[in-house]
């Protein structure tokens, strides 16, 4: 599944298609047919298809972080200091569970692990920390920074080429 999109059979009008729900995930099967000159049913099934495909992944409103109350974006580097694979399992589950983690990934470098966490403020992010981050097995060094401005956020990613 993990290059479905470039080797499985989709086309140029796959590829509008996810253009177009990237966009406008709310858009009516109708609306986008009459965009791509394309039958309602037709649209349907290639919709139907990504999503069985995995390329489609799910549909979701994209909240404005501010605007629901969070004003602190953080990044947050975490050494381990001991490399397990139980460990990392642990961190896994235990951050899954954590509403304020919007992202989290493995890194390769200095830093174990990055987390891109909100907080509502700067006493909020502290109590997450102390409260979810310091009590985890392994922690080595925890590291934050905070975003003072956001020059570009999308969920959108290149089709094609």
Sequence with gaps: MKHALRHGGFDQLDHVILEELQAN??????DLARKIFLSQPAVHNRIKRLERAGIIRCYAAILDRQAA???LLAFIRVSIGEHTRDL???WSERVAGLPEVLECYRTAGSYDLLLKVTARDSAD???????????????????????????????AIRIGE
């Design 25 to 30: 995930g709310r858009i009516s099967v109708a």
């Design 69 to 71: 109350g969070y004003d």
């Design 88 to 90: 990392f399992e642990c």
């Design 125 to 155: 992010l502290d109590r997450f920390i102390a409260a979810h981050l310091m009590t985890l097995p392994g922690v080595a060094r925890i590291e934050t920074s905070l975003a003072l401005n956001e020059m570009k956020s999308t969920t």
